[in-house]
């Protein structure tokens, strides 16, 4: 047997053996212990990191929206002011396009009521009363426009279809002749006061009658006029003569406002992303600099710490390998298994380690 071989080693080499195995456990667990450490620091590395991160980002946003909201503010405020110029311009032309309306149309406009007065005096001298000079006996009596037809046809639909209809359902009992009966009285009264009305102001007045015809010709010709003369004047897109131009400077100098806080926001938020941004950022972080160090530098320690630990159980490892498991086999690399042969030994009956390990295989309830 060489000088390396335990087996022809007394006890002693098993309490080396035992020494060499707890120091390898000791390394183990230090390096276990180190490197749940160090997890936790990394962790709580991380987590400060993404709370830092989370809060730049948040303050940044916040800030971004501020100044973001300065300038829409201003640029609100200018857009009210320039809405409240413009309803006042719009009242303005309004009043001067009624004055220019006024006083172009002033000769038709008069000449309209003097088509009027005529109409009352023809009225007057033909003793029909006033009470006709309206629109409803002109389109019944004097149709000559599609909206006297329509007129028309309105009243007869009342006439011949509501009143009797309304009458026989409301007023009367449900029998068809009762139907019958409210169409003829209806039709009866309402067409004796049309012939009435008809011979008593025109079939007595054909002179007037026909007076009031060419007279209400001359009226639709002037309507027709006065209508096309305000068309004419509204459709007018020449805003000169109506003394509007204070309120397109101050239109055109708002806008120009606009136009210039725009542009300043536009630069303000490039500024902000250049520079204030970096440096609300640079200010976060170096809030807890030190402590985020300190646990940086403790991680660095107990990373080296755990990597001199490990690398000391596997020297420890690799000499265990090379000095026992080789000769007692890798089931007998532990301190109970060690423990049991120095037992062994201790009763005198082996010398060597060899022997000791025959022994402990001649004890299943041991082996087991």
Known sequence: MGEGNVLSGGIDVLYAMKDSLEELEKYKGISAELAQKEDALEKEIASREKALQAE????????????????????????ARIKKVKAKKEKRK?????????????????????????????????????????RL?????????????????GSMLLVLLAIPVGVYRF??????????????VTVVIFGGIYLFIA???????????????EVRKKLALNHKKIK????????????????????????????????KITNEKKKALVSFESNTKNAVIEEIQRRDQKERDALRDEHDA???????AEEKAKACSIDIANRYEAYLGKSMMSTVSVDRLIEI????????????????????????
């Not at 730049?56 to 857009?79: C, F, H, L, M, W």
């Not at 006996?137 to 028309?152: E, Q, S, V």
């Open 228 to 259: 096309a003369e305000i068309k004419s004047i509204r459709k007018d897109k020449d805003e000169s003569i109506y003394g509007l131009e204070k309120f397109d400077d101050e239109l055109k100098e708002l806008e120009e406002e606009i136009e």
């Open 199 to 213: 011979s008593f102001t025109k079939e007595k007045n054909q002179e007037a009658a026909g007076k009031v015809k």
């Open 302 to 308: 107990v990373y080296r710490q755990q990597k001199q």
């Open 345 to 368: 030994m201790k009763q005198g009956e082996c010398t060597t380690v060899a022997e000791a390990l025959a022994a402990l295989k001649t004890l299943p309830q041991q082996n087991s």
């Open 94 to 134: 309004n009043a001067k396009v009624s004055e220019r309306i006024k006083m172009e149309t002033g000769e038709l406009q008069e000449e309209r009521r003097g088509l009027e007065e005529e109409l009352k005096l023809i009225f007057r001298n033909s003793r029909i009363p006033n009470l006709f000079n309206n």
């Open 171 to 184: 007023l009367l009992p449900q029998k068809t002749w009762y139907l019958v009966l409210s169409y003829v």
């Open 56 to 79: 730049s980002d948040a303050v940044v946003k916040k800030r971004r929206q501020e100044i973001e909201a300065s300038y829409e503010e201003q640029i609100s405020k200018t857009k």
């Open 137 to 153: 006996y002109y389109a019944l009596f004097m149709p000559r426009t599609f909206k006297d037809f329509l007129i028309i046809l």
